[in-house]
């Protein structure tokens, strides 16, 4: 069972490779640079990551607490074969220690690698007490996370939050608060050890991440897109149509409101990590010694990019659900709506929460309030219009196209 395993790993990891060799390389390439680039530029300058170590430590916790609260990936990842083959045997409790003790060793080099970058590659005391104090804060986070894919939501917040604070405390005060956590890592690892596993929702987990990836390693796209479609098909939602005020005037409004609270957590990770990047940019002086991006008139090119970025993707994503709705209207699903009823109530979901983004953005970075207003009801018309031409395929065209993207753009950097 195990050499079969380990063999099929082999095969998956040489289809991977030639299949993206290309685009491996590239992106390697480009993030290697970028890392040579920061580090560069932060040795060449008066800012140093030791004397920035709390912003650092506020920067995890933020990443950790989004871990928590919405990936959904297994902490644990057993083959499917392998726990089928042990679930009811001594071995596999030997393989939940071996998991577990692979888990340690990856946060070990995490917090090692980042300490290295924190101390500039220099070992000391305080680099391997530090390498301690932020292994036990991601430890402590993933079983954290663990708990939480068993309904342990409440608990494991509460924990997160005593986890931080002694975590920040360690850095801000003195190394002492580490002993806290490292004595809530231990009551961490009881408290998990005693949370129920349901292993049935578990397995269907790990098979859906192993079809996912062998599909992937081979370049299956037809394949993917069933099993995404499969697994999204059998999710379990919260918000239901029925739990809203629904009407006839407001029916597709609220199946708007639905599709908008069921968008993926992956997706908004990344709209939140565009947007705050797009905003440290240009409120803070981090990026300030880097070339290029510190300079301020890129940095503000670069911020309108990621602003207009955020609003066309999410633009985009209200688009796709309208065409989806009206090619199933085309193929005998009746809708009692016209075309437009449908489009206004879908672009205004989209303008609410671009309105919003915009104001914020406003605010935090000092615009002039005749420019954020003029960007805002811009921005708003720019979306309606474009829904409306994407249902009926007439931004399929590649001009059009990048004249409204680079509308869009332009009414971004009214903000800055």
Avoid at 46 to 66: H, R, S, Y
């Amino acid at each position: 069972m195990y050499k079969y395993v380990f063999r099929q790993y082999i095969r998956g990891r040489k289809a991977l490779i030639k299949n993206y060799y290309a685009v491996g390389t590239a992106v390697l390439s480009v993030l290697a640079f970028f890392v040579y680039t920061i580090i560069t530029g932060i040795q060449n300058s008066d800012i140093t990551p030791e004397d920035n170590i709390i912003a650092i430590c506020f920067t995890a916790c933020a990443v950790q607490l989004l871990c928590i609260v919405f990936q959904k990936t297994p902490v644990f990842m057993f083959h499917p074969a392998i726990m089928i083959h042990t679930f009811n045997t001594e071995r596999f409790r030997s393989m939940k220690a071996f998991l577990f003790l692979k888990k340690i060793v990856t946060k070990l080099l995490i917090s090692a690698a980042l300490c290295l970058f924190v101390y500039s590659f220099k070992l000391s005391a305080m680099f391997f007490m530090s390498t301690a104090v932020f292994c036990s804060y991601f430890l402590s986070c993933s079983l954290l996370r663990w708990a939480k894919c068993n309904g342990k939501m409440a608990v494991s917040l509460c924990f997160y939050a005593a986890c931080s604070l002694a975590f920040v405390l360690s850095f801000s005060f003195t190394l002492f608060f580490a002993i806290a956590l490292f004595a809530l890592l231990g009551a961490i690892v009881i408290f998990v050890s005693r949370v129920d596993i349901d292993w049935g929702g578990y397995y269907e987990d790990i098979l859906y991440r192993a079809r996912i990836n062998h599909a992937s390693n081979h370049n299956n796209i037809a394949e993917m897109q069933q099993i995404t479609t499969e697994h999204v098909a059998n999710q379990k939602h919260m918000l239901k149509l029925y739990h809203l005020p629904i009407k006839k005037s407001n029916a597709i409004l609220c199946k708007a409101i639905i599709e908008t609270f069921r968008m993926s957590k992956q997706v908004i990770i990344v709209f939140v990590m565009v947007l705050a990047f797009a905003i440290i940019l240009n409120v803070t002086n981090f990026f300030w010694s880097i070339p290029v991006i510190g300079d301020p008139a890129s940095a503000k090119i670069i911020g309108a990019f990621c602003i207009s970025i955020f609003t066309i993707n999410l633009k985009e994503i209200y688009s796709k659900q309208i065409r989806s709705l009206w090619d199933k209207h085309r193929n005998g699903l009746f809708i009692p709506y016209k075309s437009r009823a449908v489009v206004f109530s879908y672009a205004f979901i989209c303008c609410v929460i671009v309105t919003i983004v915009n104001v914020a953005c406003c605010f935090i970075l000092g615009s002039m309030i005749y420019r954020a207003i003029i960007a805002v009801v811009a921005s708003n018309l720019l979306i309606v219009g474009s829904i409306f031409l994407s249902k009926q395929n007439t931004l399929t065209n590649k001009i059009p196209l990048l004249a409204t993207n680079a509308l869009f753009f332009a009414t971004s950097w009214l903000l800055f």
